[in-house]
């Protein structure tokens, strides 16, 4: 590996890993502490996420292999420690703890189911994008296919979230193994590659058809 190319991949690592941090973080500098504000700051985040999974997509597959590998490293160890403060708080989406719907009031905790959710749907995001990249990556890591499904069974009881939100997850719930497959499932995100031609022996050269010359009359014995 290239130092040049090193660099590039630390560079854009690092633009990645500013996506990933938790939106709620924006809202210290705002009185209103709302749902309605919450979700907002989830929307925007989401869009630079998606973003940063276009620019995934435009990588050759070196670089991208080696992006996924430290990007999903990161993404895993962020849940598995929020996992921790999420279960050890006692917080179950949908029941809440409560002040505010859903949402805990202890802003450790939101900042915990904060993370806990982006980066389930920056995951999500790439798994129906590189599937089969991501199953190997699951295949090896068990840690990593463990924590994905926690996560994304978690917020998937979130009920406030919106509908694009809530069909992303499903489709990712059934990519994964969480949920069977739908008999109609299919994935609208998979990018699907041209198959690369094989270098082969060229084929051998067709035989061009004999011309036939056609023969003059016959002489007969009797003209001998």
């Known amino acids: 590996m290239s130092v ?3 660099l590039w991949i630390s560079w854009l690592f690092m633009i990645i890993i500013f996506f990933m941090g938790s939106f709620t973080s924006y809202s210290l500098a705002e009185d209103d502490d709302s ?5 907002r700051l989830f929307v925007a985040k989401r869009m630079d996420q998606l973003q940063a999974v276009k620019n995934i997509l435009t990588l050759d597959m070196e670089k991208q292999s080696g992006f996924l590998d430290k990007i999903t490293s990161k993404i895993q160890d962020v ?8 279960e050890s708080s006692g917080y179950i989406p949908g029941v809440g703890l409560a002040d505010d719907g859903e949402l805990p009031s202890d802003p450790i905790i939101k900042e915990s189911l904060s993370l806990v959710l982006e980066n389930s749907c920056l995951l999500c995001d790439i798994v129906l994008r590189l599937p089969t990249e991501m199953h190997k990556r699951f295949g090896t890591n068990k840690d990593l296919d463990l924590i994905l ?3 994304v069974g978690f917020v998937r009881e979130m009920s406030l979230l919106d509908d694009s939100t809530h069909r992303l997850l499903d489709l990712c719930s059934q990519e994964i193994g969480i949920i069977p497959k739908d008999p109609e499932f299919h994935n609208p995100y998979k990018i699907v590659k041209p198959a690369q031609k094989r270098f082969e022996d060229p084929p051998p050269p067709t035989k061009k058809p004999r011309l036939k010359l056609k023969r003059g009359p016959k002489m007969s014995k009797t003209e001998l």
């Open 4 to 6: 040049q190319f090193s």
């Open 149 to 151: 499904k926690w996560s």
């Open 35 to 39: 749902v309605d504000l919450f979700l």
């Open 79 to 86: 849940m598995m420690r929020h996992r921790v403060t999420l």
